[in-house]
């Protein structure tokens, strides 16, 4: 087995920026939050590129620019220009912070209705499947009017434990796909598309009300070829998630992808629609919604599908690789999941409140982030690190794949320790979790949870779980995605 420490490792850039003020001035002339005092916007240390073009050439491939490895760029900016810096990308300046104080002050300074902020990728993306923009764009009373129905059916506990078995049973299925799929090796080939069919039923069950059936069979071409459409518009938002021209490199072959990937979610919409077995589903919760039209009706769940499958998919492989790595930790998950009856295990609630598994759950997010950066955009001014931030700047919070492994906040931050979340005093702001935070908070988080545990409990029942390949991190498709195949080998416990 790989040592963990150097699995861990956070990956520092080689290339060094000149930056207008160091980290130690940066953090050691301005009081930590002087809000009543705060210095001005243009005080806020800046990475000092050339002359007109500025930091533009860090993100070209002159200067071995990987989109997906943008974490580590953030990484260096902050060791060069302190826990907060701006930079001018595009016409515009973002700030990026990271402590624990400025991730408590950003969320605790949003209002009713907080905004991201508007990715013109998605739009397009949107625009290319015939759809109005995704509920993530939107703002103010718009998003309002999207985000109430989904909240209603995602956010509410006992509605989520309510699908809990027959999730449980999905889950019992992958695991005899798993059986049938395994190589001589005992590992699985397209184990990261199986995944996918995988969310794809756990989401069906409280979206459509039933299970369609997929891991049945042998994953067939044209499916895995539909799951391949959501596979790239993740990869196409991550691409343009600070601007430029880096997503028009993807765009060849995007748009007949993703209309396969309509037409065989609408296929499964309308069969289920015609047997009338939605009422109480989301599905049934968002067709009724009156003040949409039919177009944003279905664009909603579109974004819901979509967001629903890759996110937990992503998440899944994660959370097995933090498993494979470290079989200690595999021992006490099997003792947790061995104090529940097994009725307890399909019920949702008992599920929930395993302390073992939400401890590894944020131990394996904040080793291999879920999510890297969390943007907001305010429309009034705030105080971050006491500079002044004016209202419509975009903020990117950086916590959690820049401070994940600071020592002040973690100890011993190379290991993979669960037991540091058992200790109920933590400051709950040491990462945005993997589902960000407040009103605007993922909505899926809690069925996610139960799937992702779900998951992991028949697969420990059932196998050991190891890893034999190069060393994994996280990297960014949009969400936290792992940098290796997710080969994973299943040894049987059960002979
Ligand atoms: C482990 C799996 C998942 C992860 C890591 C994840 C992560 C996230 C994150 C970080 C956000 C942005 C939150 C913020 O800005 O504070 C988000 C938003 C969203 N997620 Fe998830 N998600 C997951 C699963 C799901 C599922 C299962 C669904 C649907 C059932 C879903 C639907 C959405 C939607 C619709 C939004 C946009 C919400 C809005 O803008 O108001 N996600 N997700």
Not at 2 to 12: C, E, I, P, T
Not at 35 to 40: A, D, H, S
Not at 81 to 93: N, P, Q, S
Not at 422 to 430: A, H
């Amino acid at each position: 087995m790989q040592s963990r420490s150097m699995l861990f490792k956070v990956l520092r850039g080689s290339k060094s920026i000149r930056a207008t003020q160091k980290s130690n001035t940066a953090t050691e002339s301005v009081p930590a939050h002087d809000i009543y005092n705060p210095l001005p916007f243009d005080k806020i240390p800046e990475p000092t590129g050339l002359p007109l073009v500025r930091t533009a050439l860090d993100y070209t491939p002159l200067r071995g620019f990987d989109i997906t490895r943008l974490h580590e760029l953030w990484m260096k900016r902050h060791q060069e220009c302190g826990d907060i810096y701006k930079e001018r990308i595009g016409l515009k300046y973002w700030v990026f912070c990271r402590t624990k104080e400025d991730t408590e002050r950003l969320f605790r300074s949003e209002g009713r209705m907080p905004f991201r902020f508007e990715l013109p990728a998605v739009r397009e993306l949107k625009t290319m499947m015939g759809y109005p923009d995704s509920i993530g764009n939107q703002k103010g009373e718009t998003w309002h009017r999207l985000r109430q129905p989904v909240n209603r059916i995602l956010l509410k506990k006992q509605t989520v434990w309510k699908y809990s078995k027959e999730q449980r049973d999905v889950c019992k299925e992958m695991v005899s796909y798993m059986e049938r799929r395994r190589d001589e090796n005992l590992e699985i080939p397209g184990y990261a598309e199986a995944l996918q069919v995988w969310a794809f039923e756990m989401a069906g069950i409280f979206i459509f009300n039933t299970q369609v059936g997929l891991l049945r069979e042998d994953v067939a071409t044209e499916v895995a070829a539909v799951f391949e459409g959501s596979s790239r518009m993740l990869e196409y938002v991550g691409a343009g998630a600070i601007g430029g021209p880096w997503r028009y490199f993807l765009k060849p072959g995007l748009k007949k992808c993703l209309l396969n990937s309509k037409n065989f979610m609408l296929t499964i919409v309308n069969e289920q629609m015609s047997k009338k077995s939605i009422k109480g589903s989301l599905l049934e919760e968002i067709m009724s919604i009156e003040t949409l039209t039919e177009e944003e009706r279905e664009s909603l769940l579109m974004d819901v599908l979509l967001g629903a499958i890759e996110a937990t998919a992503n998440t899944l492989a994660i959370c097995l690789y933090c498993l494979a790595m470290n079989s200690e930790i595999q021992a006490k998950l099997r003792s947790e999941i061995k104090a529940l009856t097994p009725e307890q295990i399909s019920s949702g609630r008992a599920i929930d409140s395993m302390s073992y598994m939400n401890a590894f759950f944020k131990e394996s997010n904040r080793l291999l982030p879920f999510t890297h950066g969390l943007p907001r955009q305010f429309d009034h001014d705030i105080v971050l690190s006491g500079y002044r931030i004016p209202a419509g700047i975009t903020i990117l919070n950086t916590i959690n794949s820049t401070s994940n492994m600071n020592p002040d906040y973690f100890e011993d931050p190379h290991e993979c320790i669960p037991e540091r979340w058992l200790d109920k005093d933590k400051s709950k702001f040491m990462t945005t979790s993997g589902f960000g935070v407040g009103a605007r908070a993922c909505p899926g988080r809690f069925f996610a949870k139960q799937e992702i545990f779900l998951m992991l409990i028949e697969i420990l029942t059932n196998f050991k779980v190891e890893y034999h390949h190069a060393p994994a991190t996280s990297i960014i498709k949009a969400t936290g995605v792992l940098s290796t195949e997710p080969k994973f080998k299943f040894i049987s416990i059960n002979g």
